[in-house]
Every structure is written in structure tokens, then in C-alpha cells.
């Protein structure tokens, strides 16, 4: 299991920075932290129940609360704390970050809602 050696949270370009112990690091946007959030309230509580968050565009990471040695929890500023962030699973976005975000996008315009661009 990769461990990281580096979190940084940028607010201003809302990205969460994690660096690891295998050499590689990554940038993730808080938008897609949050919309892939591991709580029940977005993954469900089994196969198919994901919900698809939308109007996540601007959303932030507010605070970083260390979860034992094996996760964070991260408290979005839209009141979301509920998703305990494993280092397999922030390892996982990280690695494939693209393909999340093309699954995320294909999945809201099959619910016909428009993404916002924010600066």
C-alpha cells in the first residue's frame, strides 16, 4: 500500500496536493474528491447505489483530519464530512484521475445537467 510522505491543500485553486512514498505525486481538484467522496451518501451502501453529485464545481476542502495511519477524512465546505479517504483509495484517484473524471463528466450529461466552468 503506497503511504504519503506529502499532503498540501492549495484553497486558492482548490487542489489537493499528495505525494507519495512510491516517487509519484498528485494533484487532485477538490471537485473531484468530493464527488467521489467514499461516504454511503455519495458511493451508497452497496454495488450500483452511487449518487451522482452535481453543482460541485466550486466546492473546497475546508479541513484535513488524520484517520488513524491509513486515511484522512476530509470536511468539504458544503458541510460534507462523512468520507474517510484511505491511502489505497486517494492512491487509486490519483493514479487514475482521467478516467474518473471522464466517468464523472459522461455521467452528468447522461443526467442532462451542464457542468460549470469556475475560475
Not at 482548490?14 to 454511503?40: M, N, Q
Not at 451502501?45 to 495511519?69: D, F, S, T, W, Y
Amino acid at each position: 500500500m503506497p503511504i504519503p510522505t506529502d499532503i498540501r491543500l492549495h484553497q486558492k485553486s482548490r487542489v489537493l496536493e499528495i505525494a507519495f512514498d512510491t516517487g509519484e505525486a498528485f494533484r487532485l481538484p477538490c471537485e473531484l474528491l468530493r464527488v467521489y467522496s467514499p461516504s454511503a451518501e455519495v458511493m451508497g451502501h452497496g454495488p450500483g447505489q452511487r449518487v451522482l453529485q452535481v453543482g460541485k464545481e466550486a466546492v473546497n476542502i475546508a479541513a484535513i483530519h488524520p484517520v488513524g495511519q491509513y486515511a484522512v477524512l476530509l470536511e468539504f465546505d458544503d458541510g460534507h464530512r462523512t468520507g474517510i479517504y484511505s491511502w489505497t483509495y486517494l492512491y487509486d484517484l490519483g493514479q487514475r484521475q482521467d478516467e474518473h473524471w471522464e466517468r464523472y463528466l459522461a455521467e452528468l450529461a447522461a443526467a442532462g445537467v451542464e457542468r460549470k466552468v469556475v475560475d
